[in-house]
């Protein structure tokens, strides 16, 4: 499992965030939390949480543990 990142914000759109790891880009869905921290071109660092269904896989990212707890609470 992926718990954090930490790289270079390369994008951002209405509901995800590119992060570039390494010369790996990795998209998550984030929470407002997480939007507010993470500036195009900037360094950000993001708690993970990786949910994986039949139908795909989906990366969220949060600001703090405490965030990405309350998520997996609520789901």
Known sequence: MI???RG???TTTAETIIVDVGGVGYELYCSGGA???AA???TVELYTYL???EDGMTLFGFASPKEK????KLT
């Open 3 to 5: 718990a954090y990142i």
């Open 40 to 42: 195009a071109g900037g």
């Open 69 to 72: 707890e309350l998520f997996l």
């Open 35 to 37: 939007f507010s921290k």
């Open 51 to 53: 949910q994986m269904k």
């Open 8 to 10: 270079r914000v390369l």
